[in-house]
């Protein structure tokens, strides 16, 4: 054990301690850090922030535009101006003062047309304002309160549940999406990255020969256990520190968080999607070290890499279908593979009511897969490890051992 | 009492037979070498002491007893292919190494930088294995075997990639380490080495052993009653009592007639006037005796 453990912090500290592993680390974060930045200064620069005119010619507005609203970087406001006339709007129009005017008509109650003055195509903030403002107005008219107005535009709240009412699913929110998209892009990244390494250590351990004086050193069982410890540690630490990251930037714009509030995620829902995503790792760790010990260069392994990605990101690929069709055979039949099993199951549970029984079927068949491709890795290591320029077939691979290996 | 019993040990990878009933013993405190071409068994024979292979059948004794985690730890091995970490600090990869073999943070402190001066890679120890020279990773290697005080040393071509001065102090350790008291294989091709370093040996060829016993006794085996010498005058085509003379660099060597003696020789060569500079009796080198056993077995395995 002592050697397993002293395996594990040589291949944790091989990594973190090298400058390579930071420089990536950091870049991830930081490279969407700079993709949102420059995404945001981009939409403000080319959002007009101008205000826009209304010319009220139907006598429907009771209430005056609310401008009290500070416009920001983040959070840019559209204020509404009544004019007397279309002249004095066409003015202010002209002297580039506002953006556009909105004239509505004497009929505007019967028809609910209105004009839109401008010399170019308005945001739909623009007319999501007017619109809204015009709505508020209506209701005035109606004595109904802003307050009913705010309920109706924000619509209901939509909750699933079985029929035996064992599960339930949250129908509505952006969360549904967003949050298993986040645990498939985390599974993708961790495995391949830790995944990655564990085949790197492998192939190298392999190429320059030091495998035969670990074999001499440490039972095979114990350098799996210790190289699969040591990588998964690494892929820990690196969810670790986007954790803290995102901690530090969400404590600095904690004011402009508020939207976080609305997701609501279960304990049982976390749980699930954490455990498949280390049975994922598991299975991938025991993969990695198969292809690395069948394969004789870093170059060969590399290639079978590529057709591991996509089974992993068959969820990407078959989005619409987890929209559509949540409990349909692929989405099941996705949810069954270890490598796509995490981001597979956590978008069919927050679309769709999925049975314990199904989710303890899933678990047990990733782990039956996990724990087969450990009993392969540890024949393919002891047998094709000492191959130095000779790949392992899959015929020497099932090739029946006199003793155990 | 052996330190390693290999008993009639077998084992074949798919139609090839790898190694067949090949049985030897090595005793504490002395070098016991370790023969054949390429291809002949005898890293086969290695893993399978060193329980990295299974045999299909036979048995080995190590230390007593079956191979067991404990006893890796008392084994030193290189292997033929050598291996360091090749982006690592060499004393880093020498610690991690040590650390396999059971030995504490407290005793690799210890005991590195006494074993890097020793092997004069004390300046060196920052260096990644890449940037050092070939001779340089392989006493970087020696002291990866040697730094937990092993009681068995297996060691595959010791010699290869080392210059004069390195191959003298690898043999003075092996040395050391014999008066020590360890057990040590030594694989090599290099037989002017077998010959100074080896107590006993073992000749495989195509996974059979051809020869094995004690060096000296090897050597009067194939001893025949050839002479060599050095003649001050040429010699004459034919000579009695000689059937065939062969020019050396410098000197002849002489085979008698059957039933002649080398005294009988050499009074036959003063009766017939040839001053003599040295006469000696022609004792096979261990090359000749290693070229003429492998070719009467079969040749070599490519």
Not at chain 1, 38 to 54: E, N, Y
Not at chain 2, 140 to 166: K, M, R, V, W, Y
Request: hydrophobic residues 45%.
């Amino acid at each position: 054990m002592n050697k397993t453990i002293n395996v594990a912090r040589y291949e944790y500290l091989h990594h973190v301690g090298n400058r390579s592993f930071w420089i990536s680390l950091i870049s991830v974060p930081l490279g969407f850090v700079l993709i949102i930045v420059l995404s945001m200064l981009l939409s403000f620069l080319s959002f007009d922030t101008r205000p826009v005119g209304i010319v009220d010619n139907g006598n429907l507005i009771q209430i005056e535009p609310d401008n009290s609203k500070q416009s920001t970087f983040f959070d840019p406001q559209i204020y509404l101006y009544v004019y007397p006339d279309e002249s004095a709007a066409r003015a202010a129009a002209l002297a580039g003062e506002i953006q556009g005017f909105a004239v509505l008509p004497e009929d505007y109650t019967s028809r609910f047309q209105l004009t839109y003055w401008t010399n170019k195509q308005p945001d739909s903030d623009v007319q999501a304002e007017i619109t809204n403002f015009i709505s508020k107005n209506l209701m005035v008219a109606e004595n109904i309160d802003s307050a009913v107005f705010t309920r109706i535009n924000e619509g209901s709240h939509i909750s699933l549940q079985s029929l035996d009412g064992s599960q339930t699913s949250d129908g509505t929110g952006w969360h549904r999406i967003i949050v298993p998209i986040v645990i498939g892009m985390l599974n993708f990244i961790v495995v391949m990255s830790s995944g990655g390494y564990l085949l790197k250590a492998l192939v190298e351990e392999k190429e320059n020969r030091t495998i035969e004086i670990m074999l001499t050193s440490v039972p095979s069982r114990e350098i799996m256990a210790g190289k699969i410890i040591g990588n998964l540690s690494v892929g820990l630490t690196q969810i670790i520190v986007w954790v803290l990251l995102l901690g530090i930037a969400g404590f600095i714009f904690r004011n402009r968080l508020g939207f976080l509030a609305d997701i609501n995620l279960s304990g049982s829902y976390l749980a699930i999607s954490i455990a498949l995503m280390i049975l994922s790792f598991l299975f991938t760790a025991a993969l990695m070290a198969t292809i690395g010990a069948a394969m004789t260069s870093t170059e060969e392994s590399q290639g079978v890499i590529g057709l591991m990605v996509v089974p992993m990101m068959f969820p990407f690929y078959f989005f619409s279908v987890f929209l559509n069709n949540p409990n349909g055979l692929l989405a099941r039949v996705l949810s069954f593979i270890p490598l796509s099993a995490p981001m597979a199951l956590s978008l069919r549970m927050a679309f769709s009511p999925v049975t314990p029984l199904e989710i303890g079927l899933v678990f047990v068949v990733i782990i039956l897969l996990t724990l087969l491709m450990f009993w392969l890795a540890g024949v393919v290591f002891k047998r094709g490890m000492l191959q130095y320029s000779k790949r392992l077939s899959l015929k020497e691979i099932f090739k029946k051992e006199t003793r155990n290996a | 009492m052996a330190t390693i019993i290999v008993d009639k040990i077998a084992k074949s990878f798919g139609a090839t037979q790898a190694v067949k009933d090949v049985s030897f013993d090595v005793h504490p405190g002395e070098i016991f070498g370790l023969l054949g071409p390429n291809g002949s068994g005898k890293t086969t024979s290695i893993r399978i002491i060193l329980d990295i292979y299974q045999p299909d059948s036979g048995s080995v004794t190590i230390l007593d007893g079956p191979m067991t985690n404990e006893k890796l730890n008392h084994i030193g091995y290189i292997p033929e292919e050598r291996g360091l970490y090749q982006d690592v600090p060499l004393d880093r990869g020498l610690t991690y190494l040590a650390s396999l073999k059971g030995l504490t943070e407290d005793q690799i402190k210890e005991r590195l930088p006494k074993y890097l001066a020793k092997f004069d890679l004390t300046e060196h120890a920052k260096k990644k294995a890449k940037e050092l020279s070939k001779g340089m990773q392989q006493k970087g290697q020696l002291i990866a075997a040697l730094i937990h005080d092993p009681e068995i040393i297996i060691i595959d071509e010791p010699f290869s990639a080392l210059d004069p001065i390195n191959t003298q102090l690898v043999k003075d350790l092996l040395i050391e380490q014999r008066n020590a008291g360890k057990t040590i294989v030594m694989c090599t091709h290099q037989m002017n080495q077998v010959e100074q370093l080896c107590d006993r040996l073992v000749l495989i060829n195509q996974g059979q052993v051809l020869l094995q016993g004690e060096l000296s006794e090897i050597r009067n085996r194939f001893r025949t009653n050839e002479v060599i010498i050095d003649a001050l005058n040429p010699l004459p085509e034919k000579l009695n009592g000689v059937s065939r003379i062969e020019k050396l660099n410098g000197a002849y060597r002489l085979s008698p007639q059957e039933g002649l003696s080398s005294q009988e020789l050499l009074n036959e060569l003063i009766t017939q006037g040839i001053k003599l500079n040295s006469f000696e009796v022609a004792v096979p080198t261990l090359d000749e005796i290693f070229i003429k056993v492998v070719k009467e077995s079969g040749g070599v395995d490519e």
